[in-house]
Structure formats: C-alpha cells, structure tokens
C-alpha cells in the first residue's frame, strides 16, 4: 500500500442498518470481539476500565461518552503505555448508515506498518458490517 501525503487515511463502509442500531452496537466494548479482531480477542471490564487480549498485548480501551451524533472515538493504550486516539463515526443516510475510522499514522510507522494496520481496520469494518446485516 502506498502511504497517503498525509498522517491520516479514512476507511469506511456502509451498513444497511439505521445508525442508531449501528452506533449502540458498536459502542458497547463486549461486542469488540465480535468485529475488531485487530483490536481485541476478547474483552473484560475491570475496575471501571477496559481491558482487551489484543495482538499487540492486553490493552486498555476507553470509549467517548455516549452520544447523539454517532461520534465512537476511543482511545487505546497500548502496554508500552502511549496512547493511540482512534476517530470513528456513524454517519446515517438514507439507506443505512456509514461507519467511518480515521486510521492515524504514527510518527515511527513505516509504510508496510501503516499498510497492516489499514488492513486490520479494512477487515474490522467488513466484519462490523457483517455482523450487524446478518439474519
């Protein structure tokens, strides 16, 4: 994958459900095993804190406060302890709704990382969206 000029790449889909359905789906952390493999394998709530079995190690998981506007933001700490802000959306229309992940690149990331990590949130959307149409 070639690097994009900027530091950020949006990657998003589309799921035929209202936005609604899908932002209190995917606002609840015990169902990120279910769609973000690249993030959690599974997850426990803690002392008040999330914490997922993630590929990188356990990481802590904190979300935006629930919202009206669909805004997902959370923010991962990873086990070396830098934290990673991930800017995430549900934006309805008129047929359903987008989901929209706006994948940051870190200063130390090469291309090849960078182009892991999109595949990884590439992969997350489509099961996001699998599995909220199913049945």
């Known amino acids: 994958m070639k690097t994009p000029g900027t530091a950020s790449l949006h990657l998003s889909t589309h799921i035929d459900r209202t936005a609604e359905e899908v932002y209190a789906y995917a606002s609840d952390p015990s169902h990120l095993p279910e769609w973000a493999s690249g993030l959690a394998g599974s997850i426990e709530e803690t002392d008040g ?3 997922a079995d993630s590929p990188m190690g356990g990481v802590v998981v904190a ?3 629930r919202n009206e506007f ?3 933001d959370h923010d991962v700490t990873l086990p070396s302890g830098e934290r990673v802000h991930n800017p995430v959306r549900v934006i309805a ?3 359903g709704c987008e989901v929209v992940f ?3 690149r870190r200063p ?3 291309d090849e990382e960078f182009g892991r990590d999109a595949d ?3 992969a997350d959307l489509a099961a ?3 599995a909220l149409e199913k049945g």
């Open 108 to 110: 130390e990331m090469s």
């Open 102 to 104: 706006t994948l940051r």
């Open 70 to 72: 669909g805004v997902l």
């Open 120 to 122: 990884a949130v590439t």
């Open 49 to 51: 804190r999330w914490i």
């Open 128 to 130: 996001l969206k699998r």
């Open 63 to 65: 979300f935006a406060p």
């Open 93 to 95: 229309d008129t047929t």
